[in-house]
Nanobody
């Protein structure tokens, strides 16, 4: 599966951004979709996941209550709505698609939060 993220950029602390990830070449609805993030020198961190079946969502502790993951199977797209952004949300955000046969990643999109 090919994944292309968009929507990253510069935001002020307390502001909002929405990331999108478009999947191509697949039956999108069969994939569990996730957003991860990574800063230099640190491990990649799970931000949020949405299941393939009932759209059940889970979130990393650092983003609970501020970020929302959603998916539109008709558009082959997963979203990450980020609100109340903090300086520590600055990272490269990666989209991930996983099923029992495949584990694919996008190229990443930079999110920078300034004070």
């Amino acid at each position: 599966v090919q994944l292309v993220e968009s929507g990253g950029g510069l935001a002020q602390s307390g502001g909002s951004l929405r990331l999108s990830c478009l999947a191509s070449g697949v039956t999108f609805r069969r994939y569990r979709m996730s957003w991860f993030r990574q800063v230099p020198g640190k491990e990649r961190e799970l931000v949020a996941t949405i299941s393939s079946t009932d759209s059940h969502t889970t979130y990393g502790d650092s983003v609970k209550g501020r970020f929302t993951i959603s998916r539109d199977n008709a558009k082959n797209t997963v979203y990450l709505q980020m609100t109340s952004l903090k300086l520590e949300d600055t990272a490269v955000y990666y989209c991930n698609a996983r099923d029992i046969w495949e584990d694919s990643w996008g190229q990443g999109t930079q999110v920078t939060v300034s004070s």
